[in-house]
């Protein structure tokens, strides 16, 4: 049966080896029909009051070592983020194209990301961003690539990443986060710093990604 | 279809030959320290991972309905698994990808070789890929003069070290982090370093970062592949994922076929369960998720290759088709006692643990790992822990009426000593005469054997087998038998007279 397997034959052997095996021809019709059917009852939903989402958002950060501050308001976001910055004795941060500019501070550097090389980003002290989604129950944080959301490396090469997050974006479990993503966007879920627990199982944050996450939770 | 041999990195020894080793009491000279040491390092890393999987587990009250829910979508996936490759194919073509297929391993390493030939390169970027060490991937390529440089953690410890990954999701869990420190130090040229893990992290990440700017070509396995968006999501922690797929202008993922879903909204299952199964971590760091070659964001050039390498004829088996829902959690590793004794180089195989010893098998078309269905006790911890239902026990029983229906069909294994002593066992049983006369030969012929205590302590032969490690009570002079016949045989033995009376 193992004979020379010519390129392009072996789409055509391992369709057939699958039918074969199925034991039926191709049923592609009754596929949707029995994919609408099969049982789903954990919670799609769940009827948490947004307090507790939020306390619990909180929580998970703090779990994974990743620094959270609320805000008031979208109009607070700019001394918030020159705190943050302060704090760190940093001199500024790359902006994602579509942030706002009331947004940033006075004061400090705000080059524009998307132009960067990966190598330049690399000399960038961090990163700011907004995100599409965010969830409760993991302490998750949804990226889609886009205004205000970056490219996938953006959030990825420089050391430090500052995301904003407006309270009405916050969910209180996964499955309520899919029905906000665009399924056709790249998507990234960012839980915490970049870690590890491959030495000996004790987290370490920290490896490739940035080593240092900060969250503006901002009231709106 | 048996996959040639010289494609794989594991020797194949026999399931008890290997783990004796692992076990050795009296540790064997080659590597004293190296076997006690290894044997440490499993349990506290399994214990560890149990526990926090059960801590994460626990606090869902909807585990059991999202265990189900992924037993289903994966059933169903893989009952209609050509629709949904199609389907993905088509979806992932449009945006800009192509789809490769490949029968074997051999398929599989002639299309890497191919689709990386137009670049040329020396070195390429690697995410931890269980379908690259099926396939034998690494050596291929350095026979082919490019070099594979591994970026997770784990795999980086086991690429320097020159060693196998004994699991997998944490492949180098056999290595403590002392023996870590001296790899890296030698490895990296970096004498200074202590044993302290954030610091090791650090050298990797300061050893990698220039790889990852620089390498344009980088080679994954995924997760999950996305029928509906022609997707594909990899889960991760350490960021070397992302730099793989985000850095480099062309990315090859090689792929099994039976890791399709058919919506990209499924996910909201499996994200739920795999990084609580995995890691014990309500979320893993991160999740990328990407179909194609979107404009401007990651590499201009994207291959899938899916492989079947003995997966679809699993399919035929309506009960052992269960062993591809699987979604390489690992939790029946952690969960088992056998591994958790042996740890993963016992199984000889690329996939370890209870699902490996199904898998492996099947794989091979039970023509090659005949012994991993016996590496279980059967207790059954496998299957209450995985998240997609796979009855594990249940397959192994029925995998092993298959090693003994194929040693019956040939010669050698219906004349070979255990058939006959079976086949001569249900002999004696199926006639209460047959075994009434062959207990009183028994009864004769054990004597020179019985020792003091009652116990017969050495058997002669093949039979020894079973007293090397356990005494068998001797024989009665009266079998229960005779003794019945001896008390009960006057009286009638009704259900009335046979009760005991409570007063």
Known sequence: ?220 | MKPEANSSPWNRRDFPEAAREALAAEPLPTAPFEHSQTRRNVRHATDIIQAKRNAVVAELPEWQALRSAGAAIRAHTLEHLDHYLLEFEANCVRRGGHVHWAADAADARRLVLEILAPHAPREVIKIKTMTSEEIGLNACLEEHGIHPVETDLAELIIQLGHDRPSHFVVPALHKSRGQIRDLFASAMHRPELTDSPEELAAAARSYLRQKFLTTPVAISGANFLLADTGGVCIVESEGNGRMCLTLPDVLVTVVGIEKVLPCFQDLEVFLQTLPRSATGERMNPYNSIWSGTPAGDGPREFHVILLDNGRSPILADAESRQTLRCIRCAACLNACPVYHQTGGHAYESVYAGPIGAILTPQLHAMHDAQSLPYASSLCGACYEVCPVEINIPEVLIHLRSQVVQQQQSTLTGSLGLWNIAMKSAAFLMQDGGRLGAAVRLAQTAQAPLVSRNGFIEWMPGPLSGWTKTRDLPALPAESFRAWWRRTRSAQPATPAASEPHHE
């Open chain 1, 1 to 220: 049966m193992n004979n020379q397997i010519q390129p392009g034959d072996s789409r055509q052997r391992i369709l057939a080896r699958i039918a074969a095996s199925l034991g039926r021809d191709p049923a592609i019709a009754a596929a949707s029909a029995a994919y609408a059917v099969l049982p789903r009852h954990y919670r799609a939903t769940a009827a948490t009051p947004p307090a507790q989402s939020i306390s619990r958002f909180l929580d998970r950060l703090h779990e994974y070592n990743a620094a959270c501050v609320r805000v008031a308001s979208e109009a607070g976001i700019a001394a918030a983020i020159a705190a943050v910055l302060a704090a760190r004795s940093q001199s500024g941060l790359a902006v994602v194209s579509g942030i706002p500019p009331a947004w940033l501070p006075p004061g400090f550097n705000f080059p524009l990301a998307n132009p960067l090389t990966a190598e330049e980003l690399d000399r960038q002290p961090g990163i700011l961003t907004a995100c599409a989604v965010a969830i409760a129950e993991t302490g998750s944080l949804v990226l889609q690539s886009g205004p205000r959301q970056g490219l996938r490396l953006h959030t990825l090469v420089p050391d430090h990443h500052l995301c904003i997050v407006f309270e009405s974006q916050l969910v209180a479990t996964v499955p309520e986060a899919f029905p906000r993503l665009d399924p056709n966007l790249p998507t990234t879920f960012i839980s915490g710093p970049s870690a590890t627990a491959d030495i000996e199982m004790t987290r370490i944050k920290g490896v490739h990604g940035p080593r240092s996450l900060h969250v503006l939770l901002v009231a709106d």
